[in-house]
């Protein structure tokens, strides 16, 4: 049995909003999410090495470990492959041999979703946490942050309008601390506090970064320069009952610089099958690792771009811009109605994308069960690309930034749909 995959009219299109829960969602009734769900990763992992933790959003970890297909071991390693969702993965699989192999198991022969945004930041901490972006008030690459009324970027915490500094290489402290903005206890912290080994593998620059602080904290964090080292460090550190978590970068920054499609994705994506590979090989019998991502790739269409400063009537009555090009969070300028601004970018954008006030996006369950702290996080007007159109804004963002060849953040199989494969060393 192999994994036929959509074609890309399919693929592009906006599926129904995941639910959050631990059991199997209702596929018949093209139900998506329940236990399938990147939030139910660790949780289901607590519970497969034996320290079963609950969350605000998965009160049954056994149940998430069983919906998901976990063995029980004593030691594993969750790695987590930024940008590199499943149909992008199932579409490039023969450069892939390890990942080829993995995928030719039953078990792995389905995607799990994402949360909604399906960016980064939000991802990483519905991941870290166990829980949703709703709790966390980690929903978008941007949002505002209420008490300064400014846009505030959520990869560094840092003022998202404010002019670049002179030296780039000195780093902008943050404008708001990361346990202060994300409150929830992560599942690696819970881990701990009960005496089990949790082991990170990253980069030296994200020891400590903000965006680790707020979503993946409580680890003993190894830092190393090269890919094969952190790969090592993490197979060693599987070498003693625990979980081990290993963090790959290049899948998403080579597709937002060269595209997807690109030779150079492709390239990366053979380094990165070589990687977990030598994963597999390095470590020790009985090791249970599980790969994951925190969103796929849109490849975008040039002429699907639509900038906001060209247009008054997208601009009017906004104030601020948030979220991203595939998901914006528009916030509305004193005394306008967010339904007045919904109604102007349902007209201008048709089935391009889908327009909803943030009161609706709730009630649909869109950031899961939503925190009253985190609800003046999230902008009035929430809209959600489909097909391979951005929605971008010139004047405030850079013309890189608007110009990505890929993408990611909305709510379209190609964007949602993640790998969560499961590999018994
Ligand atoms: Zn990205």
């Avoid at 979980?243 to 790959?248: G, N, P, Q, R």
């Avoid at 690309?385 to 110009?403: I, M, Y």
């Amino acid at each position: 049995m192999s994994v036929e995959t959509p074609d890309m009219d399919e693929l592009l299109r906006l599926v129904p909003t995941a639910t959050y829960g631990d059991g199997l969602p209702d596929h018949a009734a093209g139900g998506r999410g329940g236990a399938l769900h990147l939030s139910a990763v660790l949780p289901a992992l607590s519970a497969a090495i034996g320290h079963p933790t609950p969350t605000k959003v998965h009160t049954d970890p056994k149940a998430c470990q069983d919906a998901l297909g976990l063995p029980s071991v004593t030691s594993a390693i969750v790695v987590l492959v930024d940008g590199l969702g499943y149909w992008n993965l199932a579409m490039r699989l023969g450069h892939a041999p390890y990942l080829r192999s993995l995928m030719n198991e039953t078990v792995n022969q389905r995607p799990i979703t994402t949360c909604a945004p399906s960016t980064t930041v939000a991802a990483m901490a519905a991941f870290g946490t166990g829980t949703c972006p709703g709790l966390t008030g980690m929903a978008g690459y941007t949002q505002l942050e209420p008490a300064s009324h400014k846009l505030i970027q959520l990869i560094q915490f840092k003022d998202a309008l404010a002019p670049k500094p002179a030296n780039p290489h000195i780093p902008v402290p943050p404008m708001i601390d990361p346990h202060s903005l994300q409150q929830e206890e992560t599942v690696f912290e819970k881990l701990a506090a009960q005496g089990v080994r949790v082991t990170s593998s990253g980069l030296p620059k994200f020891a400590g970064s903000p965006l680790t602080e707020a979503a993946l904290r409580g680890t003993d964090y190894q830092p190393n320069v090269t890919p094969r080292d952190r790969v090592l460090a993490a197979a060693r550190a599987a070498r003693q009952p625990g979980l081990t978590y290993l963090y790959i970068r290049d899948a998403d920054k080579v597709g937002h610089n060269y595209g997807w499609d690109s030779e150079n994705w492709v390239a990366t994506f053979e380094h990165i099958d070589a990687q977990l590979a030598l994963l597999h090989r390095s470590a020790p019998a009985g090791t249970l690792i599980v790969i994951v991502a925190d969103h796929g790739m849109v490849q975008t269409d040039p002429d699907g771009r639509v900038d906001i400063a060209a247009e008054p009537e997208l601009a009017q009555g906004v104030e601020l811009v948030g979220g991203e090009p595939r998901s914006l969070m528009l916030y509305a300028s004193p005394g306008e109605s967010a339904e007045a601004i919904a109604g102007r970018w349902r007209d201008r954008l048709g089935d391009t994308a889908l327009v909803r006030t943030r009161e609706r996006a709730f009630a649909g369950g869109l950031f899961g069960p939503v925190a009253d702290r985190v609800k003046p996080m999230i902008g009035d007007v929430i809209v959600q690309a489909a097909g391979a159109a951005t929605f971008v804004d010139s004047r405030t963002q850079s013309d890189k930034a608007t110009r990505l060849p890929s993408v990611h953040g909305s709510q379209t199989m190609l964007e949602m749909d993640i790998p969560c494969l499961i590999d018994l060393v």
